[in-house]
């Protein structure tokens, strides 16, 4: 089971843009500068953004705090102390709070762990992706397998918690690799692992190369073979799937993203960052501009880089609960959404779903079964009006 619903969890994101390469299939909001960042400039933007934040949400009390990317573990330990220091002076913050921070084995070395576990990072999440050679150089990375293998060990040996991504179903795969390379992989994960099935993501330059042909991935069976087989081996393993792509132990789930999923309130602050604030009881979406030097140039001139700032309606803001609280096994209590369940589905498709064992209602209780998650997307395009 996760870890217990803190129900006044509030998180802060924290979004670095900068990478040293762009992978072929990313489309996160990421940027390559070869002339290197001012890093100072941007650690000092990010405070004053957080600052603007926290008028917002004065008392609230951190639980947990993320460096996502692009690649914060390009960030220089200055940089993460400032923004910690920073966040710790707006809110107050747990003592158990969990801070992640985002990191590729290309970047990583002892001393900057060291230096980041001083400055009271918790937690890392190591973007691996594969653990063989050719794989990697198809994805774009700059590591090596043993580059990765040897980031893993550096960040357990440093870091009381720690996970690392895969990704299945890519360019070529079989089955039996992916089981080989996933039971490879658990040898050397620390209680939690996130592992997603390559998706072909639209303005990416693997859509440009799959659209013309030169890009074959394995067809939807095989990716559903794929997805079973990691059950079976994180099952077997004590790794629970908690969410539809991320697997822990009891206990080491990620607070921050439960935080997202359990549709909790958020800061975030960063070029691209997406929050979500509560208000005076009412909810409010935020995001930043994605270009940083615009970002920057609006948060140096304004205190903060808002290119969207608007109030959600029950309807909406019920919806979104809903699109995220279903990815978690343990699903999502109704009577927490705040509109009308009746009013936001198709209540016979809900209950043609519940007797395919699909969808289960326990009481007040909504979650998707093990049957139903790997066709998640689909049962959400029929129940939602």
């Known amino acids: 089971m996760p870890i217990t619903t803190n129900?006044?969890?509030?998180?802060?994101?924290?979004?670095w843009p900068f990478c040293q390469a762009k992978c072929p299939y990313c489309d996160f909001n990421s940027h390559v500068r070869p002339g290197g960042v001012d890093q100072q400039r941007y650690a000092k933007a990010l405070v004053r953004e957080l600052s603007e934040m926290a008028t917002r949400m004065p008392d609230a009390h951190v639980t947990s705090i993320f460096f996502?990317?692009?690649?914060?573990?390009?960030?220089?330990v200055a940089s993460v102390e400032t923004i910690l220091d920073a966040i710790a002076g707006l809110w107050s913050v747990a003592p158990d709070a969990e801070i992640t921070?985002?990191?590729?084995?290309t970047s990583v070395?002892?001393?900057?762990?060291?230096?980041?576990?001083?400055?009271?990072?918790?937690?890392?999440?190591?973007?691996?992706?594969?653990?063989?050679d050719k794989s990697l150089k198809s994805l774009g990375r700059l590591h090596t397998a043993r580059e990765a293998l040897d980031a893993v060990a550096l960040a357990r040996d440093n870091f009381d918690r720690m996970s690392f991504d895969l990704i299945y179903a890519r360019p070529h795969q079989t089955i039996a690799q992916w089981r080989e390379?996933?039971?490879?992989?658990?040898?050397?994960?620390?209680?939690?692992?996130?592992?997603?099935?390559?998706?072909?993501?639209?303005?990416?330059?693997?859509?440009?190369?799959?659209?013309?042909?030169?890009?074959?991935v394995p067809d939807d069976d095989i990716g559903a073979a794929?997805?079973?087989?990691?059950?079976?081996?994180?099952?077997?393993?004590?790794?629970?799937?908690?969410?539809?792509?991320?697997?822990?132990?009891?206990?080491?789930?990620?607070?921050?993203?439960?935080?997202?999923?359990?549709?909790?309130?958020?800061?975030?602050?960063?070029?691209?960052?997406?929050?979500?604030?509560?208000?005076?009881?009412?909810?409010?979406?935020?995001?930043?501009?994605?270009?940083?030097?615009?970002?920057?140039?609006?948060?140096?001139?304004?205190?903060h880089g808002l290119a969207v700032d608007e109030h959600v309606d029950n309807h909406a803001r019920a919806v979104e609960m809903l699109l995220m609280g279903l990815r978690l096994s343990e699903g999502i209590p109704v009577s927490r959404l705040p509109a009308p369940f009746s009013a936001l589905v198709d209540n016979e498709a809900v209950k043609n779903l519940a007797q395919d064992r699909l969808l289960a209602r326990a009481g007040d209780n909504l979650s998707v079964t093990?049957?139903?998650?790997?066709?998640?997307?689909?049962?959400l395009r029929d129940i939602l009006i």
């Not at 996130?194 to 659209?211: K, R």
Request: proline share 5%; aromatic share 8%.
């Open 226 to 303: 794929m997805y079973e087989v990691t059950q079976e081996l994180c099952e077997a393993r004590g790794l629970h799937a908690y969410e539809v792509s991320n697997h822990a132990r009891p206990g080491d789930e990620s607070r921050h993203n439960l935080v997202y999923w359990r549709g909790q309130p958020y800061a975030a602050s960063g070029p691209g960052a997406h929050g979500r604030l509560l208000v005076d009881g009412r909810w409010q979406a935020t995001q930043t501009h994605d270009d940083p030097a615009r970002w920057l140039a609006q948060v140096e001139a304004q205190g």
């Open 109 to 132: 070395e002892a001393g900057r762990f060291r230096g980041y576990r001083a400055a009271g990072v918790n937690r890392v999440s190591l973007g691996v992706q594969a653990l063989d």
């Open 181 to 216: 390379e996933l039971t490879r992989a658990q040898e050397f994960q620390a209680g939690h692992m996130s592992l997603y099935q390559l998706t072909i993501e639209a303005g990416t330059p693997f859509a440009a190369l799959h659209a013309a042909g030169r890009l074959q």
């Open 370 to 379: 093990a049957s139903g998650r790997p066709v998640l997307n689909a049962i």
């Open 7 to 15: 129900p006044d969890a509030f998180g802060v994101y924290v979004h």
């Open 68 to 76: 996502g990317g692009g690649t914060p573990s390009l960030m220089e």
């Open 101 to 105: 921070l985002e990191a590729n084995p």
